[in-house]
């Protein structure tokens, strides 16, 4: 074992590999944090669309919903990757392709968790809000949403940890993660062991953190 | 957009063969990580509510070191990183009865038997308490509460997030085309790169994905039912990521 391999290719793994500074247009957290905030605002629609009282909106959403929790993200990359070049008629960056994936199928995982934040509000606060001349639009957004938003905090951040961890499948395709950039030291060096128990100890730092303040979260939302 | 279709790959050629033994490997490797993974899951869950610190450290450090880092890691680790650690003579072996298939059974195994822990964790913690002081009360050890007890009730509610867990482990297996495992995805590809038609091999491989976990999704709710125990199967939330 040596991890000198570690040290020597420190600068690579991190700041490529993980940010996403460097040559190449890569980086773990380049795409989690696009993906995430994208990913949230498109859940929110879907969320409200699989509550919505016509079911022209309802029965799309609940498909979209269905149909990508009822499939592998690997083979949702794989869509992007060969479908969306030959719709656009352009050829697109891994960054691209990537970014669209993962918001395109988190979103499916964060309308449920946004649906059952909205459902969590007790009805009485939509009548009340009614009772006092807010218009449904003005109640979704200033009565519901608000109190919604901070009961699905914990599911979020989970959520979130499942997609910081599923950003590795990005490198199926080429682009240049943590995990990538490991694969692309060790085709050099050689030092499997090292370098995946490396990367592992990075992931799990960056998880481990999250899921902590998760806890946090929960503890300090949860009404005692 | 130009695109013609050309349904026909999927039936000529060895396509349909590619298909069916994708299908088949699939089945395989969930089948096996899946057992790992309930025997795992269910020790390290049932450890982590018993009243003894160092095991229940032990189980947590095994649930939160490997639920935190993404099995694609874990597949590498236990495919690339592992065997030169073992004995010649096993190596020899692994590597000419297929080691990516058992690298990649283990690493999904062990990855989903963390998060069958947490599931199986909040099954026993939706006990009430008195159940296990009853147990003892009537001359049971600890080791039979669990064992006639306690784990025979939890994994009764906690079928509906189990069977949540258990199709994200069948999805998960797709993971294992990075190690080189020919199942259903992998399969998926090969036809696309034999007669550069992905539409129609995504089409084919996103169907029967979809087919599986509804199937497996059918199958439980009637066997939730018939095993539910009434009033209290809506105790358990859903299980953590």
Not at chain 2, 12 to 37: C, F, K, P, R, Y
Request: hydrophobic content about 55%; charged content about 10%.
């Amino acid at each position: 074992m040596d991890f000198a391999v570690i040290l020597k290719n420190f600068d690579f793994l991190l700041l490529q590999g993980l940010l996403g500074f460097g040559n190449f247009v890569g980086g773990t957290l380049r795409l989690a944090l696009p993906a995430m905030v994208i990913g949230f605002i498109l859940g929110i629609f879907i969320g409200l669309g699989r509550l919505a009282r016509s079911a022209w909106i309802r029965v799309p959403a609940t498909v979209y919903v269905e149909l990508f929790r009822g499939v592998p993200l690997v083979m949702v990359i794989f869509w992007f990757w060969f479908i969306l070049p030959i719709i656009l008629r352009l050829p697109l960056p891994e960054y691209g392709i990537a970014l669209m994936a993962f918001v395109i199928f988190e979103a499916a995982y964060l309308g449920e968790i946004v649906r059952a934040g909205i459902q969590s509000v007790p009805r009485g606060q939509i009548e009340a809000a009614a009772s006092i001349g807010l218009s449904s639009a003005q109640t979704m957004g200033y009565v519901i949403l608000p109190q919604a938003l901070r009961n699905m905090i914990p599911a979020l951040v989970t959520q979130f940890i499942v997609l910081f961890k599923d950003t590795s499948l990005a490198s199926i395709i080429g682009y240049v993660d943590l995990t990538k950039a490991a694969q692309i030291v060790n085709n050099r060096e050689i030092r499997p062991f090292e370098l995946y128990l490396f990367i592992a100890v990075v992931y799990w730092l960056c998880t481990y953190a999250m899921s902590r303040y998760a806890h946090y979260l929960e503890r300090r939302l949860t009404p005692a | 957009m130009n695109y013609h279709f050309d349904w026909s790959v999927l039936w000529t050629g060895q396509s349909g063969q590619w298909l069916l033994q994708g299908v088949v490997t699939t089945l395989e490797i969930s089948v096996l990580a899946w057992l790992l993974a309930l025997g795992l899951g269910t020790l390290s869950g049932a450890l982590r509510t018993v009243p003894f610190a160092p095991l229940r450290a032990l189980a947590t450090c095994y649930v939160e070191f490997f639920r935190n880092v993404p099995l694609l890691v874990w597949m590498f680790f236990w495919y690339f990183a592992l065997p030169p650690f073992l004995p010649q003579s096993l190596q020899d072996w692994l590597f000419n009865h297929g080691a990516e298939f058992w690298a990649g059974t283990v690493a999904l195994g062990v990855y989903h038997g963390a998060r069958f822990s947490e599931v199986i964790r909040a099954g026993i913690q939706a006990i009430p308490k008195t159940q296990f002081e009853a147990a003892i009360s009537t001359g049971l050890s600890t080791g039979q509460a669990y064992r006639l007890i306690i784990l025979p009730i939890a994994l009764r509610l906690i079928i509906p997030p189990a069977t949540n867990e258990s199709l994200n482990l069948l999805k998960n297996s797709s993971v294992a085309l990075t190690i080189g495992v020919a199942e259903l995805t992998f399969q998926t590809r090969q036809i696309e790169t034999y007669t550069a038609r992905a539409f129609e091999a995504l089409t084919a491989g996103t169907l029967i994905y979809l087919a599986l976990c509804l199937t497996i999704a059918f199958v439980m709710a009637r066997v939730e039912r018939r095993f539910a125990i009434p009033g209290m199967i809506a105790r358990v939330g859903a299980a953590e990521h």
